[in-house]
């Protein structure tokens, strides 16, 4: 299938080509020396480009036909020049021969091609490499202004490459003359009103209250092909570096044709001779160079769309500007709330959402924005942009968040579902971990950010408590894990500690997880208490007071619980220290042991929880043993008489090594399974037995020094 796409593309390029050169060939010969008409040529060439696109030599080759003397009828240069799609960026050497055919003269091409050009790179101005060769040949286009054949589109273009330092004294007074002379051209006014932006108190109103070209993208169809083009060629490549909005660039949403309804551009009025604007910064070291001289726009709250003015602010932050932006979102906020026509919140909140995303700050008028916004809003449209921004609220006072924002959140997504719960717990996941990078950048203990984490965790303990009861799902667990891995590596990492309590899972969570059949579930629950573990051990080295007995207790009873089942063959017991018997009410216990015995099954309640009996471990156990016996076998197919048959116990092993059967301890047994559960990436089970009883860790570290 590949190979097949890949001779499809090739064959269009050859075809692609040998139009070009058949057009090209036909350019140096009269309609008379030809023999035959060249226009069937020129409209495959325009089909060829329209559906594949120009390569780079391809478009060369077009662009010096375009811009040299041909014999080439108008028509078929005018159809050719339209069809014109580059899959790439556009060079400067082809910028520098479309400028340099403009003019009057004998070798130059007609003013109507003139005039396609400039309109062609109008429509690629977004793709041009370089876009300063533009800048560069600033003069050359401006004094062609005099051409009124292609003055329409000499305005366009210059109004796109148009900055602070083109706008001089003597083109504002050619300007303002050439506007009187051709009667308020619509175009040479709305060229005039943008050099009015950067010179407000120079340029008079009169000379901009006629009626002004709007610059408005040529063909905005064309530009949706040619992304489609380019968007294409750079699957095919397997470049998909698509050309990204430019950081150091104020954005120009309306070059795209998709202008913001909610949001101004970035536009300066105030600025001063000695100033800069953010309209002049082109690169990283322009806006590095002019940083301290740099001028605040007009409306500030185009920080929400423009990645430059974001950068502007978080480095070099101003009371007034954040003021100013916040008294807008306010307003925006009221006209929502009172029902305004044209209000779109969808196009409000994805700015929130960009914005919160590219700054990782969440100013304190969003709280105030969704304060309000909660009331109305309900609990379905834009619920993700909503979710995601709301995870990157700041560290506040849990009640006072709770109380504005998070109650009001669950009483509008909470629909008596688990789906609605789910929604909800991946928020609260999503916001603990912003969270934790936000702690892990403090530089001392604050008793505030304490009592916040764990005033979080212990509210979503009760949500998923009651989440696993009511969708008992492995999805559901998995995403309950996925809160309290999050938990985990605050307790488990010794900086974050320092900024955090211990918040353990609630009893019945972690044994109603415990039980669950899935061995991933089981393996992601021991790993989770394995590093709250070494949490509560690097915690008790500090200070002792902050937690009191029972609670180690409680935990220390998870540990106990757990080996006893899995390991010890204990289950359900209660008269170890610290153990609780999983819960389990004492009359359940006997009764359940009661029917086990009536089984006649030659075990005891107490072991069917074990490695060998357990619903969740018991097929990983019996195939690492399995595969022992085939290692075996391999070795010597003669040297087993006998092979395991049903779960293995200690008695088995004892019986397969007198008759002829593997060979191996008790011990040796259940370490060979928690290797295999680690090999088969579910290391947890071994890490909580390794970690909890101190024999199994020197069992395993006698069996690897022997192994060595």
């Given at each position: 299938?590949?190979?097949?796409?890949?001779?499809?593309?090739?064959?269009?390029?050859?075809?692609?080509?040998?139009?070009?050169?058949?057009?090209?060939?036909?350019?140096?010969?009269?309609?008379?020396?030809?023999?035959?008409?060249?226009?069937?040529?020129?409209?495959?060439?325009?089909?060829?480009?329209?559906?594949?696109?120009?390569?780079?030599?391809?478009?060369?080759?077009?662009?010096?036909?375009?811009?040299?003397?041909?014999?080439?009828?108008?028509?078929?240069?005018?159809?050719?020049?339209?069809?014109?799609?580059?899959?790439?960026?556009?060079?400067?050497?082809?910028?520098?021969?479309?400028?340099?055919?403009?003019?009057?003269?004998?070798?130059?091409?007609?003013?109507?091609?003139?005039?396609?050009?400039?309109?062609?790179?109008?429509?690629?101005?977004?793709?041009?490499?370089?876009?300063?060769?533009?800048?560069?040949?600033?003069?050359?286009?401006?004094?062609?202004?005099?051409?009124?054949?292609?003055?329409?589109?000499?305005?366009?273009?210059?109004?796109?490459?148009?900055?602070?330092?083109?706008?001089?004294?003597?083109?504002?007074?050619?300007?303002?003359?050439?506007?009187?002379?051709?009667?308020?051209?619509?175009?040479?006014?709305?060229?005039?009103?943008?050099?009015?932006?950067?010179?407000?108190?120079?340029?008079?109103?009169?000379?901009?209250?006629?009626?002004?070209?709007?610059?408005?993208?040529?063909?905005?169809q064309w530009r949706e092909r040619l992304?489609?083009?380019?968007?294409?060629?750079?699957?095919?490549?397997?470049?998909?570096?698509?050309?990204?909005?430019?950081?150091?660039?104020?954005?120009?949403?309306?070059?795209?044709?998709?202008?913001?309804?909610?949001?101004?551009?970035?536009?300066?009025?105030?600025?001063?001779?000695?100033?800069?604007?953010?309209?002049?910064?082109?690169?990283?070291?322009?806006?590095?160079?002019?940083?301290?001289?740099?001028?605040?726009?007009?409306?500030?709250?185009?920080?929400?769309?423009?990645?430059?003015?974001?950068?502007?602010?978080?480095?070099?932050?101003?009371?007034?500007?954040?003021?100013?932006?916040?008294?807008?979102?306010?307003?925006?906020?009221?006209?929502?709330?009172?029902?305004?026509?044209?209000?779109?919140?969808?196009?409000?909140?994805?700015?929130?959402?960009?914005?919160?995303?590219?700054?990782?700050?969440?100013?304190?008028?969003?709280?105030?924005?969704?304060?309000?916004?909660?009331?109305?809003?309900?609990?379905?449209?834009?619920?993700?942009?909503?979710?995601?921004?709301?995870?990157?609220?700041?560290?506040?006072?849990?009640?006072?968040?709770?109380?504005?924002?998070?109650?009001?959140?669950?009483?509008?997504?909470?629909?008596?579902?688990?789906?609605?719960?789910?929604?909800?717990?991946?928020?609260?996941?999503?916001?603990?971990?912003r969270w934790t990078i936000s702690l892990?950048?403090?530089?001392?203990?604050?008793?505030?950010?304490?009592?916040?984490?764990?005033?979080?965790?212990?509210?979503?303990?009760?949500?998923?408590?009651?989440?696993?009861?009511t969708s008992p799902t492995a999805a559901?667990?998995?995403?309950?894990?996925?809160?309290?891995?999050?938990?985990?590596?605050?307790?488990?990492?010794?900086?974050?500690?320092?900024?955090?309590?211990?918040?353990?899972?609630?009893?019945?969570?972690?044994?109603?997880?415990?039980?669950?059949?899935?061995?991933?579930?089981?393996?992601?629950?021991?790993?989770?208490?394995?590093?709250?573990?070494?949490?509560?051990?690097?915690?008790?080295?500090?200070?002792?007071?902050?937690?009191?007995?029972?609670?180690?207790?409680?935990?220390?009873?998870?540990?106990?619980?757990?080996?006893?089942?899995?390991?010890?063959?204990?289950?359900?017991?209660?008269?170890?220290?610290?153990?609780?018997?999983?819960?389990?009410?004492?009359?359940?216990?006997?009764?359940?042991?009661?029917?086990?015995?009536?089984?006649?099954?030659?075990?005891?309640?107490?072991?069917?929880?074990?490695?060998?009996?357990?619903?969740?471990?018991?097929?990983?156990?019996?195939?690492?043993?399995?595969?022992?016996?085939?290692?075996?076998?391999?070795?010597?197919?003669?040297?087993?008489?006998?092979?395991?048959?049903?779960?293995?116990?200690?008695?088995?092993?004892?019986?397969?090594?007198?008759?002829?059967?593997?060979?191996?301890?008790?011990?040796?047994?259940?370490?060979?399974?928690?290797?295999?559960?680690?090999?088969?990436?579910?290391?947890?089970?071994?890490?909580?037995?390794?970690?909890?009883?101190?024999?199994?860790?020197?069992?395993?570290?006698?069996?690897?020094?022997?192994?060595?």
């Amino acid at each position: 299938m590949a190979e097949h796409q890949e001779y499809t593309e090739l064959q269009d390029s050859i075809d692609i080509r040998e139009t070009i050169s058949d057009v090209v060939q036909a350019s140096r010969l009269t309609a008379k020396q030809r023999g035959s008409n060249v226009k069937p040529t020129v409209e495959r060439l325009a089909s060829l480009s329209y559906s594949h696109g120009l390569h780079p030599e391809d478009l060369s080759q077009l662009v010096d036909l375009l811009t040299t003397p041909t014999f080439l009828d108008q028509a078929s240069l005018g159809v050719i020049v339209n069809h014109i799609f580059p899959t790439t960026t556009v060079s400067d050497d082809i910028v520098v021969k479309v400028v340099g055919c403009l003019g009057h003269g004998k070798l130059k091409p007609s003013l109507g091609i003139q005039g396609a050009l400039l309109k062609w790179l109008i429509k690629v101005y977004h793709i041009i490499h370089n876009q300063t060769i533009l800048s560069r040949a600033y003069s050359v286009l401006f004094n062609l202004l005099d051409t009124a054949a292609i003055r329409k589109q000499l305005c366009h273009l210059l109004a796109l490459v148009t900055r602070r330092r083109h706008v001089r004294p003597f083109r504002i007074q050619g300007l303002l003359s050439l506007s009187r002379k051709t009667g308020n051209d619509p175009a040479v006014t709305g060229l005039l009103r943008v050099f009015k932006d950067y010179y407000p108190e120079i340029i008079a109103g009169e000379a901009t209250r006629a009626k002004a070209a709007s610059f408005k993208h040529p063909d905005p169809q064309w530009r949706e092909r040619l992304d489609e083009i380019q968007q294409a060629h750079a699957a095919r490549t397997a470049n998909r570096n698509k050309r990204p909005l430019d950081a150091f660039r104020v954005a120009r949403s309306g070059l795209s044709g998709k202008r913001s309804t909610v949001l101004p551009e970035v536009h300066t009025m105030n600025a001063t001779e000695n100033s800069i604007t953010l309209e002049e910064i082109e690169n990283v070291d322009g806006f590095v160079n002019n940083f301290e001289r740099v001028e605040l726009p007009n409306q500030l709250i185009a920080v929400l769309g423009d990645p430059l003015l974001q950068k502007l602010l978080l480095l070099k932050p101003q009371a007034e500007a954040h003021q100013r932006a916040s008294n807008w979102l306010a307003s925006y906020g009221q006209d929502l709330m009172s029902g305004e026509p044209g209000i779109n919140p969808g196009e409000c909140l994805e700015m929130l959402k960009n914005y919160v995303m590219s700054t990782k700050t969440f100013p304190h008028i969003f709280l105030t924005f969704f304060g309000e916004y909660l009331k109305i809003w309900n609990g379905n449209d834009w619920k993700g942009l909503i979710l995601t921004i709301l995870s990157y609220m700041p560290l506040l006072d849990f009640q006072e968040l709770f109380g504005r924002i998070l109650q009001p959140l669950e009483a509008r997504i909470l629909d008596d579902t688990a789906a609605s719960q789910l929604e909800l717990l991946e928020f609260y996941t999503a916001l603990l971990q912003r969270w934790t990078i936000s702690l892990a950048s403090l530089e001392q203990r604050s008793d505030q950010t304490s009592s916040i984490v764990a005033d979080l965790v212990t509210h979503v303990n009760d949500l998923c408590l009651t989440l696993i009861q009511t969708s008992p799902t492995a999805a559901t667990h998995s995403k309950t894990l996925d809160f309290y891995e999050q938990t985990a590596t605050l307790a488990s990492n010794p900086e974050l500690l320092a900024h955090t309590r211990i918040t353990i899972p609630p009893s019945p969570l972690v044994y109603i997880l415990h039980f669950s059949l899935s061995p991933t579930t089981l393996s992601r629950l021991c790993a989770i208490l394995t590093k709250y573990k070494a949490g509560f051990q690097k915690a008790m080295e500090t200070s002792r007071s902050e937690y009191t007995q029972e609670y180690i207790n409680v935990f220390n009873g998870f540990l106990m619980d757990i080996c006893n089942c899995i390991w010890r063959s204990r289950a359900l017991n209660t008269n170890d220290v610290n153990s609780h018997g999983c819960l389990v009410a004492r009359s359940l216990v006997e009764d359940l042991a009661s029917y086990i015995n009536s089984l006649d099954m030659g075990v005891p309640l107490t072991t069917l929880f074990s490695l060998s009996y357990s619903p969740a471990l018991c097929l990983s156990a019996i195939t690492c043993f399995r595969e022992l016996e085939e290692k075996e076998l391999e070795r010597d197919p003669s040297i087993l008489i006998n092979r395991q048959t049903g779960p293995v116990t200690r008695a088995s092993l004892n019986s397969l090594a007198n008759n002829g059967g593997l060979r191996m301890g008790w011990d040796d047994y259940r370490l060979g399974v928690l290797s295999y559960l680690e090999r088969k990436g579910m290391p947890g089970v071994g890490e909580l037995m390794y970690n909890t009883m101190t024999n199994v860790m020197k069992r395993r570290s006698m069996m690897m020094t022997g192994a060595g």
